[in-house]
């Protein structure tokens, strides 16, 4: 195997894992969305509530809902700051904004909540749409990088050594 066939392997392969870790994001959210059926509903304490906005380098900005609550369960007391499956920030002001205004006067909010793991809990049982996208990403990864590492070691031209001996100089 050659230097550039290895460095191919090497570099395909991180395609290979980030698309792995982005597909086991989203599959682990959409799971307990799932298996959220289960879950008890529960009145919560909103602690905090706020709209933020983040721009990066490139001038693209990304808006979220930061919560956070707390709420007693089967005589515990805990605080999360869930507010559905996959909710991540995003470039939609709308939809955040719907979040936010609807959670910025409340003082006391309905959650559900994991019986059996209490310090899960939710405001909502929805899945968020980044769950499918971030699939998605992911198993765009996996397959690009599969395809160029098999493109790369299947149409690997190794060097030739009797083109080298029919090479012929004259002094």
Request: proline share 3%; charged share 20%.
């Amino acid at each position: 195997m050659t230097q550039v066939a290895l460095i191919s392997i090497l570099f395909f392969s991180l395609f290979i894992l980030i698309g792995l870790y982005a597909y086991r994001w989203g599959s682990r959210e959409r799971r307990k969305w799932r298996g959220s059926n289960t879950w008890v509903k529960a009145a919560a304490t909103l602690r905090s509530v706020s709209l933020k906005d983040k721009t990066d380098s490139d001038l693209h900005t990304t808006h979220s809902v930061e919560v956070l609550y707390q709420y007693e369960f089967q005589s515990a007391v805990y605080e999360s700051a869930t507010i559905c499956f996959a909710y991540t920030p995003s470039g939609s002001l709308d939809f955040h904004s719907k979040i936010y205004n609807t959670l910025k006067d409340a003082k006391e909010i309905e959650i559900w909540v994991n019986p059996s793991k209490p310090n899960e809990s939710v405001i909502a049982r929805g899945l968020a749409p980044s769950s499918n996208f971030v699939s998605r990403f992911g198993m765009v990864f996996i397959l690009v990088g599969l395809m160029m590492m098999i493109i790369f070691l299947l149409f690997e031209v190794p060097h030739d050594s009797s083109l080298i001996d029919q090479i012929q100089t004259f002094k």
